[in-house]
């Protein structure tokens, strides 16, 4: 699986932001995509991610009620729509993608082996 990831950019806080994923290659039942952001100077921290088939959606608890993340089947591309933007917010952010993620490990990174380049996220204040 290949995975593009675009959308980043920079915008002022309370803006928002849509992020793509286009993913190649097989998928299968248990596929999740996620998104994994790192900060300056920080580790990598989850986002959110999704089961393609179920539509199971998990987030971490400091975008929950402001980032959605969504997937397009037919274009085998999710998203990642981001609102109220916080200065916080400002990272590189990834997409990573598996079909044999357990679910113990959809919120961990080391759950993922496909990843895609990063998209700069920079919110102002």
């Known amino acids: 699986v290949q995975l593009q990831a675009s959308g980043g950019g920079l915008v002022q806080a309370g803006d928002s932001l849509r992020l793509s994923c286009a993913a190649s290659?097989?998928?299968?039942?248990?596929?999740?995509m996620g998104w994994f952001r790192q900060a300056p100077g920080k580790e990598r921290e989850f986002v959110a991610t999704m089961n393609w088939s179920s539509g199971s959606t998990y987030y971490a608890d400091s975008v929950k009620g402001r980032f959605t993340i969504s997937r397009d089947n037919r274009k085998n591309t999710g998203y990642l729509q981001m609102n109220r933007l916080k200065p916080e917010d400002t990272a590189v952010y990834y997409c990573?993608?598996?079909?044999?993620?357990?679910?113990?490990?959809?919120?961990?990174?080391?759950?993922?082996?496909?990843w895609g380049q990063g998209t700069l996220v920079t919110v102002s204040s």
């Open positions: 990573a993608a598996d079909s044999t993620v357990i679910l113990s490990q959809v919120r961990e990174g080391d759950g993922y082996h496909y």
């Open positions: 290659g097989r998928t299968g039942s248990r596929f999740f």
